[in-house]
């Protein structure tokens, strides 16, 4: 054993001499902390309290990579959407069983780092003085044999159950962010953007061939008779599901302005939308998205003399005569405009249908529209 100088820093050819305990021992006194004690937690290495210990830290570790795999399993397999009230509640338990996989992983992956060091590592008790001198190559030296001591006093080298167990809950731990930032990516969405409960529907809805009643919120039936010149409404498609959780009035995608224009105003219609309106010469009555093209906020302040539509969010104006194009703000997408069709009610009356879903997605720019 090389003898070590505690007062000076030793040369670079006693560093070599010595072992790397020895160096590191020699590095720390050099660069002012003073070792007071430090002992192994277990002297003889491999026996039985040892192998225990370890078992410990690793069933910490195989629990934090465990509840990992469970968030993720957790996150793609759990329902997620809302359902009205009244039918099945699963998806209640999508927060409950992600946050807390999470909060396992998390516990038993810093409980296992904290018992590793208090039951494997050395015990070390240590004084430091501060100092500012520059780094020389002794330093860095003993520096690189510090680093290895501390390596070497983990005992993940020998110890393959502990390095097996907290490269599976490193896995988790680094993998669980991902899969929350980019979960949704992980299912394509299909057509589902594209398409509004406005689409027809001849399951539901045999009477009218499929085209889906367009009705108020209170689930009456919108007639043109209840707007007046230059009057508008939100509707919404007259869809109940209950047990499948969901109907037109709540759901997010089907918000519509439905607005009677006032005498003398002539829409000039987008190509291929002339006969959208109702009727479908010299249409009176039209309708279009309430969700603004550029943010999704609800463009509903109707201006009727000039026929001015505003997004009250970012100030985005469409004219309504010209198929709701974007004249004014950031949108840059005419609001898509919904097929009208009147059919005579049991009562007489005439009834607002929606002879189709829109033409296009309705909503701001996604990704997958170019």
Same mark, same amino acid.
């Given at each position: 054993?090389?003898?070590?100088?505690?007062?000076?820093?030793?040369?670079?050819?006693?560093?070599?001499?010595?072992?790397?305990?020895?160096?590191?021992?020699?590095?720390?006194?050099?660069?002012?902390?003073?070792?007071?004690?430090?002992?192994?937690?277990?002297?003889?290495?491999? +026996? *039985?309290?040892? *192998?225990?210990?370890?078992?410990?830290?690793?069933?910490?570790?195989?629990?934090?990579?465990?509840?990992? &795999?469970?968030?993720?399993?957790?996150?793609?397999?759990?329902?997620?959407?809302?359902?009205?009230?009244?039918?099945?509640?699963?998806?209640? #338990?999508?927060?409950?069983?992600?946050? !807390?996989?999470?909060?396992?992983?998390?516990?038993?992956?810093?409980?296992?780092?904290?018992?590793?060091?208090?039951?494997?590592? =050395?015990?070390?008790?240590?004084?430091?003085?501060?100092?500012?001198? @520059?780094?020389?190559?002794?330093?860095?030296?003993?520096?690189?044999?510090?680093?290895?001591?501390?390596?070497?006093?983990?005992?993940?080298?020998?110890?393959?159950?502990?390095?097996?167990?907290?490269?599976?809950?490193?896995?988790?731990?680094?993998?669980? =962010?991902?899969? #929350?930032?980019?979960?949704?990516?992980?299912?394509?969405? !299909?057509?589902?953007?594209?398409?509004?409960? $406005?689409?027809?529907?001849?399951?539901?809805?045999?009477?009218?061939?499929?085209?889906? @009643?367009?009705?108020?919120?209170?689930?009456?039936?919108?007639?043109?008779?209840?707007?007046?010149?230059?009057? /508008?409404?939100?509707?919404?498609?007259?869809?109940?599901?209950?047990?499948?959780?969901?109907?037109?009035?709540?759901?997010? +995608?089907? =918000?519509?302005?439905?607005?009677?224009?006032?005498?003398?105003?002539? &829409?000039?219609?987008? *190509?291929?939308?002339?006969?959208?309106?109702?009727?479908?010469?010299?249409?009176? #009555?039209?309708? $279009?998205?309430?969700?603004?093209?550029?943010?999704?906020?609800?463009?509903?302040?109707?201006?009727?003399?000039?026929?001015?539509?505003?997004?009250?969010?970012?100030?985005?104006?469409?004219?309504? /005569?010209?198929?709701? *194009?974007?004249?004014?703000? @950031?949108?840059?997408?005419?609001?898509?405009?919904?097929?009208?069709?009147?059919?005579?009610?049991?009562?007489?009356?005439?009834?607002?249908?929606?002879?189709?879903? #829109?033409?296009?997605?309705?909503?701001?720019?996604?990704?997958?529209?170019?």
């Amino acid at each position: 054993m090389t003898e070590v100088n505690y007062g000076n820093s030793p040369s670079a050819d006693e560093l070599r001499s010595m072992s790397p305990e020895e160096a590191m021992i020699a590095g720390a006194e050099v660069d002012g902390v003073h070792i007071v004690h430090r002992r192994e937690r277990f002297p003889v290495r491999g +026996s *039985k309290a040892e *192998k225990r210990a370890e078992r410990a830290v690793a069933a910490c570790f195989a629990i934090a990579g465990l509840a990992g &795999v469970g968030f993720i399993v957790a996150f793609i397999a759990v329902p997620f959407h809302w359902h009205l009230p009244g039918t099945p509640q699963d998806f209640k #338990y999508f927060t409950p069983a992600v946050g !807390g996989t999470l909060a396992l992983m998390l516990l038993f992956f810093g409980v296992g780092l904290v018992l590793w060091a208090k039951w494997l590592m =050395p015990e070390e008790e240590v004084v430091q003085d501060r100092h500012d001198d @520059p780094s020389k190559v002794e330093d860095q030296m003993m520096t690189e044999a510090t680093l290895a001591v501390g390596l070497e006093d983990t005992g993940i080298r020998r110890r393959s159950v502990l390095l097996l167990s907290v490269l599976g809950a490193g896995g988790a731990l680094a993998t669980v =962010p991902l899969v #929350y930032l980019v979960g949704s990516l992980l299912k394509r969405p !299909g057509t589902t953007l594209f398409h509004t409960m $406005f689409q027809r529907n001849t399951k539901l809805f045999p009477q009218s061939k499929g085209m889906v @009643p367009i009705v108020y919120s209170d689930w009456r039936q919108v007639s043109p008779d209840d707007l007046l010149p230059g009057g /508008l409404a939100t509707v919404f498609p007259g869809v109940r599901q209950p047990s499948e959780g969901y109907d037109g009035v709540h759901n997010a +995608s089907s =918000p519509t302005l439905l607005i009677r224009l006032r005498p003398g105003q002539v &829409v000039h219609p987008r *190509k291929g939308q002339a006969d959208f309106g109702w009727p479908k010469q010299n249409p009176q #009555y039209i309708a $279009f998205s309430k969700i603004c093209t550029h943010a999704g906020c609800p463009a509903s302040l109707y201006e009727q003399q000039t026929g001015r539509l505003l997004c009250p969010c970012h100030q985005s104006q469409f004219d309504v /005569l010209s198929d709701a *194009k974007p004249v004014f703000g @950031p949108a840059t997408r005419s609001l898509p405009k919904l097929p009208l069709e009147v059919l005579t009610g049991k009562d007489g009356r005439l009834y607002f249908y929606a002879r189709s879903d #829109y033409h296009e997605p309705i909503g701001p720019g996604f990704w997958e529209r170019p």
